[in-house]
């Protein structure tokens, strides 16, 4: 083996391929030989480099100079490094996007390592006798991994890849020598979200910002049912977005409903967030107003819990259990407005009838449509904001439910005087199984303003809303 450069400071450097990392490592020695730590989570993460939480460790022992294996870009990534001798190692970018096609060459010894994400090509050709070529990755290999690879040829003409020994001199197996070249390279499309909830309001709007997620409803995942995750390959996915609950709140303080909504809420919540750490996925899961007890307003995101309801209690432990996993981001709305039964429809459809309604005046809050907050998922997963718990409502003025019921009957074209106001004790006076709520619902939005993202102004919404409302019932 050459001489290696003892002592080198820990180093992270970017390449020209999107997520390759370069890593210096230092390397201790004297004339017995020498000690390094080669895979160092908290100093390493700390400068940069992923915490891909890897599950299997792999060995190449090349015996001879010239030995050259690859290209192979695997479904998992990895982070590879050189035990022993040295190899010239050559990654070509064969992710679906505008860096796809792009080639990094570097030699590695024991002094470096490389990160090497999932989808970019992995090449290597020994340069000394007994070469080992270490690997972990965040995967566990089986008999049909193979058929997720994406493979290019070592001779590819467009990566033009200069190995030292001649790839005719080289020692190859005929199964790399046969790789495709790049032009009929099939590219692998990334990693996507997997949408529970699939055809509620949430659901619905979030097929526009996430259209190649994956959409599931409670027919074709179960999420009550710990044998529907052994069917999911979550390798495939990066991202679960839960838009999926039991929102009765009424039907909550029932004691099959009771059942129901701690079954869906909390215990089944905390089955996607044990499979989001395992699986290293971010997990973005709906919280709401309701685990505040409303008595004061704007609503904090580092507030304690005071649920005042059985719905509000089961969601507050959702959010307990979401926020035990690393990668999350809690979303806390009210009030939500998008394409299913809500409170403006039915609003305008008592406008249509010609009713004269009586809606509560002392509930306070602001009203969500479920675009902004789909846009809002999306902003936060595409810029990778810090985790956490945000509030995510409509800006503007905070109203009441009655001063909601009048703009919908203004917009519907009837008089604002047809809504008359209502206080929630007198509403619900003489019924039963009825479900406290909270009176003041304002959040406060600087955080998620924070990130860059500016919430449309509710009124702007609403009136996007109503006219699609009005070509509708035209």
């Known amino acids: ?14 390449t020209s391929i999107p997520g390759l990392l370069l890593i210096d ?36 022992f090349n015996v001879e100079p010239g030995t ?65 070529y270490t ?11 193979s058929s997720l690879y994406t493979f290019l040829n070592l001779a590819d003409e467009t990566a033009n890849i200069q190995w030292p020994i001649p790839l005719e001199k080289a020692e190859l197996s005929d199964k790399d020598r046969n790789h495709p070249r790049l032009n009929d390279v099939t590219p692998m499309k990334p990693r996507g979200a997997f949408v529970v909830g699939a055809n509620g309001q949430l659901g619905t709007a979030l097929r526009a910002v996430f259209p190649n997620a994956t959409f599931v409803d409670r027919n074709e995942f179960d999420m009550s049912d710990p044998a529907a995750y052994e069917k999911i390959r979550w390798q495939d996915y990066d991202m679960i977005i839960n838009a999926a609950a039991m929102t009765n709140v009424d039907g909550a303080e029932t004691d099959e409903g009771r059942e129901l909504a701690w079954k869906l809420n909390a ?17 973005v899961h709906i919280s709401s ?33 979401v926020a035990m996993t690393p990668k999350h981001y809690i979303i806390r709305t009210t009030w939500v407005i998008g394409n299913g039964k809500n409170f403006v429809r039915t609003m305008w459809e008592l406008a249509q009838k010609g009713v004269q309604p009586k809606v509560v005046n002392n509930q306070i809050g602001r009203l969500t449509f479920t675009k902004d907050l789909a846009e809002s998922i999306a902003h936060l997963a595409s810029t990778g904001a810090d985790y956490g718990t945000y509030n995510m409502t409509n800006d503007g003025e905070s109203v009441s439910w009655a001063d909601i019921a009048q703009a919908v009957y203004l917009a519907a074209g009837k008089s604002t005087d047809d809504v008359s ?39 702007e919404a609403f009136d996007e809303y109503t006219e699609n409302l009005k070509k509708e019932t035209a």
């Open 289 to 321: 107003d309701y685990v505040f007890d409303g008595t004061h307003s704007p609503h904090e995101e580092t507030e304690n819990f005071t649920p005042l309801s059985v719905y509000g209690a089961s969601k507050a432990a959702g959010d307990i259990a």
């Open 135 to 145: 690997y972990l990755v965040n995967d566990h290999w089986s008999p049909d991994a």
């Open 267 to 283: 215990t089944s919540v905390a089955r996607l967030a044990t499979v989001a750490t395992q699986h290293h996925l971010t997990l």
């Open 68 to 132: 050259t294996r690859g290209i192979h870009a695997e479904p998992w990534d990895k982070y590879v490094s050189v035990a022993s001798g040295k190899v010239f190692g050559a990654w070509v970018d064969l992710r679906e996007g505008e860096s796809f096609g792009t080639v990094f060459t570097t030699e590695i010894d024991p002094t470096k390592a490389i990160f090497v994400p999932r989808g970019i090509g992995n090449g290597f050709q020994a340069l000394e006798p007994n070469t080992a």
């Open 421 to 459: 106001g209502i206080t929630t004790k007198e509403y619900f006076a003489g019924k039963e199984n009825i479900a406290p709520r909270p009176l003041q619902s304002e959040m406060n939005l600087a955080k998620i303003k924070a990130t860059g993202f500016m919430p449309r102004n509710w009124r």
């Open 1 to 14: 083996m050459g001489e290696l450069a003892f002592n080198k400071e820990l180093k992270i450097q970017e």
């Open 25 to 60: 490592l230092p390397v201790f020695g004297d004339n017995r030989g020498w000690f390094k730590e080669n895979w160092q989570r908290e100093k390493m993460g700390t400068l940069g480099l992923p915490d891909f939480g890897p599950v299997q460790n792999n060995i190449s």
